[in-house]
């Protein structure tokens, strides 16, 4: 090694730093994150220059002489005299990236340091090795997340819209994962500071598919008015060019669509459209309308198309044509799968990705959280492997979809882990699945590294597989949403006949064979479930505070709640199959035993709130634990009608009270009835017995 090479530039206390650039607003952010980083680690507030002679960092668009790659959102480091390092970047972006980039490098900030309660020691001195270093292209141009389905991001804080509190560490967590764009939100009011912020912050906003150009819902600013395009297209076209007028000056990436009211086809709006014709005929005339629409205000727009839904089957069938230059994006069935989604109990699996024919731009929608009322995971890490996400992605890659990748990444902190992945896939265009996990394990935790990452790895082989693909296995709302239909089924008394919202999961058939059907593909996660569960309360133990706390969180919580969920269902399951032999104290303690397993759910979500966190999953509103729990619990109550009513004593005195107390008892004197909780308990003890079908596990209520 050269002494060139061996040379150091040694950071202490307070580090001279001289910003070359007028500040622009996404530069005031980046440096008020680069002040936090280097405060955190050295203790010390850096100390701006105006003399870049004093300066040991100076920061500055690139010029001739930086050896900078000329494309957007490059940015290099380089050493001059002596050991001054020059972070320089192509465009604000690339200085913005460069900055991160040297917190991230030499200060050891990961990109979700926030979210995963990073460990951040204070150190008295940074050495950096003075290497020349320029940034790769990135693989994916426009790349970033939708931030959807963010109830828990709602409800964290008592103000409505959230605040800017909120919203930084969102848009700072992208930034520093390489994205460039955001669809900061779902239908939130728009006074909010979402889409302000992430604009001051440098990056691109982008729009939900319901929203096109992020213009404001037609039955929201016209109530009453009909929703149809061709007998108001006035009053459509004036909401567009407003929402024009009001980002034209931003960096937006323009979302063309024309769906219905409430994302769903405009037809059922009006009828009239009933052929596939006319239905792709106006969609691709409303398009080129809002496309030339833009272009009266901005100067070569990027606009793309969600090719979602019924789009995507008008496209794919020649329907819809689209504007010149757009970006086609192909969005895949909700579980990471490049297919079309399921609706209701009709899963066609139609490829979405871009033919070897198709020619133009091409980009991607993903999910690593989802919320479709089957099987989802929400509040859960996505259930598919590492390698699933790496096989789907540089699929995509290869057939041309690297234009534009958005992801949903719903709240954020319990999806930390799948969001990296995705991050090194549009940013390298590739992974090396077992690589990264090492370095996201040793980048957040301190010790126990391989115990760790085998949690991680077989977290996607633990999960429950529901169906015959890769892509069926089960988030933890499959143990809450067809828990509550079959749970409203039964109450409603019509079991005579099939519930036909469950036919995506069991086999149609009988009421009861449905519910059975669930208790088969349930039994066997339990025990895969306890014992992953095991194996990470083994490794809790060895881990330091700090460490153990950051394990419970983002490893033990998601076990929790898929253990927690899966018993809870398999226990209402099988109460159903008692009553339906009418033994109904049984039923009554199984139900009981579901609601118990349902409550550790929530008391689940009450350990994961501490500091910070407090009320973080309070509007657990999607999933909804709370909700399945009331509804097992005005279950059991009705169950406890059949034989123990009207005075809830009959039972206590058939199976728990002496033989000898039986018969001289007086009515007059009987004991105060059992609550539901004791009732069950006792009842558990005297009818499950080791020859009777014994409840399974001891139950922690």
């Not at 779902?186 to 729009?207: I, K």
């Not at 996990?437 to 949690?455: D, G, I």
């Not at 529901?466 to 499959?478: M, N, S, T």
């Amino acid at each position: 090694m050269t002494a060139e090479l061996k040379r150091e530039l040694h950071l202490s206390g307070q580090v001279r730093i001289h910003v070359a650039e007028s500040h622009s607003t996404a530069i005031n952010h980046v440096l008020r994150m680069l002040t936090r980083d280097l405060n955190r680690v050295l203790g010390s507030e850096p100390q701006w220059v105006d003399d870049p002679r004093q300066a040991q960092i100076r920061i500055a668009l690139a010029g001739e002489n930086d050896s900078c790659p000329q494309s957007p959102e490059a940015f290099g480091f380089r050493f001059v005299a002596g050991t001054v390092l020059h972070i320089v970047g192509h465009d604000e972006l690339g200085i913005v990236y460069g900055v991160l980039e040297f917190s991230r490098r030499f200060l050891g900030i990961q990109p979700f340091w926030y979210w995963m309660d990073q460990s951040i020691k204070l150190q008295n001195e940074v050495m950096i090795p003075c290497v020349d270093y320029v940034s790769p292209p990135r693989k994916v141009r426009y790349r970033g997340w939708f931030v959807n389905d963010e109830v828990c991001l709602i409800g964290w804080k008592p103000v409505y819209p959230p605040t800017r509190e909120v919203w930084k560490p969102v848009f700072e967590a992208l930034l520093r994962s390489g994205g460039n764009m955001v669809i900061p939100g779902t239908d939130l009011p728009r006074h909010g500071v979402h889409y302000e912020l992430a604009s001051e912050m440098g990056l691109w906003v982008t729009h939900h598919h319901a929203e096109p150009l992020g213009a404001e819902m037609f039955a929201r600013a016209y109530p009453g008015r009909e929703m149809s395009y061709l007998r108001e297209p006035e009053r459509y076209e004036q909401l567009w060019r407003q929402a024009i007028q009001e980002q034209q000056h931003r960096k937006v990436v323009w979302v063309l669509s024309f769906r219905g009211q409430g994302d769903k086809p405009f037809w059922e709006d009006d009828p009239s459209f009933d052929t596939p014709l006319k239905r792709g005929k106006l969609i691709g005339q409303v398009m080129q309308k809002q496309y030339d629409m833009i272009r009266e205000y901005v100067e070569d727009p990027v606009c793309c198309v969600a090719l979602y839904g019924e789009i995507a089957e008008l496209y794919q069938k020649g329907f819809i044509s689209l504007p010149e230059h757009t970006i086609r994006v192909w969005a895949d069935n909700g579980y990471g799968k490049m297919v079309s989604r399921r609706r209701d109990e009709l899963n066609l699996r139609i490829p979405s990705l871009p033919r070897v024919k198709d020619s133009g731009r091409h980009g991607l929608y993903v999910h690593v959280t989802f919320h479709d009322l089957q099987a989802s995971n929400h509040l859960t890490m996505f259930a598919g492997s590492a390698d699933f996400l790496k096989s789907e992605l540089e699929g995509a890659f290869a057939v041309g979809a690297s234009d534009y990748l958005i992801l949903n990444s719903g709240n954020i902190r319990p999806h930390a882990y799948p969001l990296d992945i995705v991050s090194t896939l549009w940013n390298d265009g590739t992974i090396d699945t077992e690589q990264h996990l090492q370095s996201f394990v040793r980048s957040y935790y301190a010790s126990e590294h391989e115990a760790l990452a085998r949690l991680y790895r077989e977290y996607a082989e633990t999960t429950l597989p529901y169906g015959p693909h890769l892509d069926d296995l089960a988030g933890e709302q499959y143990y809450h949403h067809p828990a509550r239909q079959i749970i409203g089924h039964w109450l409603q008394g019509k079991e005579a006949e099939s519930d036909r919202r469950l036919d995506w999961a069991v086999s149609a058939g009988t009421f009861e064979q449905q519910v059975k059907g669930f208790e088969k593909r349930l039994a066997p996660a339990l025990d895969r479930w306890k014992s992953w569960l095991a194996q990470c309360d083994e490794t809790l133990a060895k881990l330091d505070d700090d460490d153990r706390q950051r394990a419970k969180d983002h490893l033990r919580f998601h076990g929790e709640l898929h253990l927690s969920g899966s018993e809870g269902f398999y226990q209402l399951c099988r109460s159903y199959a008692a009553y339906r032999q009418k033994q109904y104290p049984q039923a009554f303690v199984l139900a009981s035993e579901s609601l118990w397993h349902y409550r550790r759910g929530l008391d689940t979500l009450r350990a994961a709130e501490h500091g910070k966190w407090a009320d973080f999953y309070r509007a657990d509103w999607l999933t909804n634990i709370a909700s399945t729990a009331q509804n097992v619990d005005t279950l059991r109550k009705v169950l406890r009608m059949h034989g123990d009513s009207p005075d809830f004593f009959l039972w206590y005195k058939l199976y728990l009270m002496p033989e000898t107390e039986k018969h001289i008892y007086l009515e007059n004197t009987h004991r105060e009835p059992l609550t539901d909780d004791d009732l069950a308990t006792r009842l558990k003890e005297r009818l499950f017995t080791d020859t009777n079908q014994e409840a399974e596990g001891n139950v922690d209520r």
